[in-house]
């Protein structure tokens, strides 16, 4: 009887050993699904902030092409101002022109716009 008894606790022993062996299988998926689904969690919940981003860099770069355009015009400008207030043969130019005058024996030549 002792030696069906070991038997039996043998094959005991066995099945727990297997099923042991299962439940570490199992908790091994579950536990790569979990960090798979974790994983995701975190790509999926950067995407929106990554494409605000992008947004952002588009438009401070738009903004940066619009003030250097303006700052090129304040020079343009000041310099004009400057030729205008210091130098008289540009300020008389700049009145002729605008006056839409000529001097006796001047060649004037007009420049059509598309605008226009």
Do not use: C, W
Request: charge should be positive; avoid cysteine; proline fraction near 2%.
């Amino acid at each position: 009887m002792a030696g069906r008894q070991k038997k039996t606790v043998e094959v005991k022993l066995k099945r727990l050993e297997a099923q042991t062996q299962v439940i570490h299988a199992f908790n091994r998926i579950v536990f790569g699904v979990l960090g798979l689904v974790l994983g995701m969690a975190v790509v999926a919940s950067a995407l929106p902030q990554k494409r605000r981003l992008t947004d952002l860099e588009f438009e401070l770069a738009r903004v940066l092409e619009t003030e250097k355009k303006i700052v090129a015009e304040k020079e343009y400008r000041e310099i004009e101002y400057r030729a205008l207030k210091e130098d008289p043969q540009f300020l008389e130019l700049k009145a002729m022109d605008r006056l839409n005058l000529h001097r006796e024996g001047d060649k004037v030549y007009r420049m059509k716009r598309d605008s226009d």
